[in-house]
């Protein structure tokens, strides 16, 4: 009888913890945990568990002049939008940790490169509290004029922390990875033919991947501004548990 109450006290106390664990999951999903701050075209920054995290840091200093100074720097890749070798050493200092792709380091001057640590596509590195993935970005044949981003080269950065799950895709097409993507509580998808993907398409990864909260951005291209509003209807009609946030990251448009 003794043995059966320790097996029901064990049973009860794992099911209430299991309870605890998904009501701490959606008052996550109702509250965020990360401040999201649009700079401009694929720049954004994450203020998350007191840390500051700059993605491919652009526009000039000027631009993060209301800011904090970043913890850590992600760089997706080596175009001059993303790798930006006048607004970089304007906002890093001599604690922030960059990480990047091998073509990104093999470009940095040597003061930016000692600070520099390399992922790799589906590497991970443990930063100050953060788990950092380097998911593949890349374009796809026939979509747009030419493959400007090739496989294994740059890198979309997955950052989790305590369970909590951002994919930042840089410049992407929908590819097959994206698509396979499960668990991702904050998205950023860039929408802008030739360089990414079309709205439509963007849409239709979004709603087989359904991250929970998605973030149209880097959504300029040759012929202007994407519909992101069209984008955000054609999410909505497929799928109800997807919100998606329309920010401003072209405030001199």
């Known amino acids: ?11 009860l106390a794992c099911l ?8 701490a999951q959606d008052r996550m999903q109702e509250n965020p945990p990360v401040d999201v701050r649009p700079i401009l075209h ?12 700059y993605a491919d840091p652009y526009g000039g200093a000027q631009a993060y002049a209301d ?3 970043p913890d850590i720097v992600l760089i997706s890749h ?11 050493p304007a906002v890093v200092s001599r604690d922030t940790v960059l990480i990047v792709p091998q073509s990104v ?3 940095l001057p040597a003061d930016l490169a000692a600070r520099a640590r390399i992922v790799g596509n589906n590497e991970q590195i443990e930063e100050q509290g953060f788990t950092i993935t380097g998911f593949p970005m890349y374009n796809m044949p026939g979509q747009g004029r030419e493959v400007r981003h090739q496989p294994g ?4 950065y997955i950052i989790e922390r305590d369970g909590y799950r951002v994919y930042i895709a840089g410049d992407t097409a929908d590819t097959p990875d994206m698509r396979a993507l ?8 860039p929408m802008n033919l030739p360089y990414t993907m079309s709205i439509d398409r963007a849409a239709d990864a979004v709603v087989e991947f359904a991250p929970r909260r998605i973030y149209p951005y880097h959504y300029r291209g040759e012929n202007g501004l994407a519909d992101v509003e069209g984008f955000r209807a054609m999410v909505e009609a497929n799928s109800s548990d997807i919100e998606v946030i329309l920010l401003d990251w072209y405030p001199d448009r």
């Open 1 to 11: 009888m003794k043995k059966m109450h320790m097996i029901l006290i064990s049973f």
């Open 153 to 156: 080269v740059g890198n979309g």
């Open 67 to 69: 800011q904090p100074g």
């Open 78 to 88: 080596t175009h001059d939008d993303h790798m930006d070798l006048e607004t970089l």
């Open 105 to 107: 380091m093999n470009e």
């Open 16 to 23: 209430f913890g299991l309870v605890a664990q998904v009501q």
């Open 182 to 189: 499960r668990d991702i509580d904050m998205a950023f998808i």
């Open 42 to 53: 694929g720049s954004v920054v994450l203020a998350w568990a007191g840390s500051t995290i």
